[in-house]
Antibody, heavy 120, light 107 residues
Framework: EVQLVESGGGLAQPGRSLRLSCTASGFTFGDYAMSWFRQAPGKGLEWVGF??????????EYAASVRGRFTISRDDSKNIAYLHMNSLKTEDTAVYYC???????????WGQGTMVTVSS | SYVLTQPPSVSVAPGKTARITCGGNNIGSKSVHWYQQKPGQAPVLVIYYDSDRPSGIPERFSGSNSGNTATLTISRVEAGDEADYYC??????????FGGGTKLTVL
């Protein structure tokens, strides 16, 4: 079964760091670009960033709201994509999803999400 | 930055046709993808590249895109179609953009 599972969410204080993991199964993970998204409580979807496959240099891009604070990496040997979140702010509180980029920005497989709460 | 505008809500009776619009400047020149999200669940891709359907998505779901408006059409609406729907594009200046979402209510 093709599947993505996020983990690593929880409660963090403002200014602290957190690392989320997205573990893939059921497909050749290294062949795909992967993205992270988030959804604040009661709000819409927001793109966080993406990482291309190694065939495309593993390049990354980020939304302006997280650029310079968040970093995406991948370990194709473990089928895991990571979201490293630094200098967390209360407005980063959201459910975080990872998703597979099937083609040209259409995301066909999503994880179930992991909740991140930033609060003192 | 590129903005996508969706109506906050659309209501439709069972068996009728629902149309959810997504407005953007010259959106017809971009590829539009649509997602369905039910409460407490992850989004599901229902239309990609304006009008293609992923496997497993009923033929009742269709899409179009021209000029300044993309449209998701759901024919013969069922109670199970009640959900939030989001349009999405890649924009060279704004990267990946979502519309604000439309809540579809089945009366």
């Amino acid at each position: 079964e093709v599947q993505l599972v996020e983990s690593g969410g929880g409660l963090a204080q403002p200014g602290r760091s957190l690392r989320l993991s997205c573990t893939a199964s059921g497909f050749t993970f290294g062949d795909y670009a992967m993205s992270w998204f988030r959804q604040a409580p009661g709000k819409g979807l927001e793109w966080v960033g993406f990482i291309r496959s190694k065939d495309y240099g593993g390049a990354t891009e980020y939304a302006a709201s997280v650029r310079g604070r968040f970093t995406i990496s991948r370990d194709d040997s473990k089928n895991i994509a990571y979201l490293h979140m630094n200098s967390l702010k209360t407005e980063d509180t959201a459910v975080y999803y990872c998703a597979r980029d099937e083609s040209g920005g259409a995301f066909d497989i999503w994880g179930q999400g992991t909740m991140v709460t930033v609060s003192s | 930055s590129y903005v996508l505008t969706q109506p906050p809500s659309v209501s439709v009776a069972p068996g009728k046709t629902a149309r959810i619009t997504c407005g953007g400047n010259n959106i017809g020149s971009k590829s539009v993808h649509w997602y369905q999200q039910k409460p407490g669940q992850a989004p599901v891709l229902v239309i990609y590249y304006d009008s293609d359907r992923p496997s497993g998505i009923p033929e009742r779901f269709s899409g179009s895109n021209s000029g300044n408006t993309a449209t998701l059409t759901i024919s013969r609406v069922e109670a199970g179609d009640e959900a939030d729907y989001y349009c999405q594009v890649w924009d060279s200046s704004s990267d990946l953009v979502f519309g604000g979402g439309t809540k579809l209510t089945v009366l």
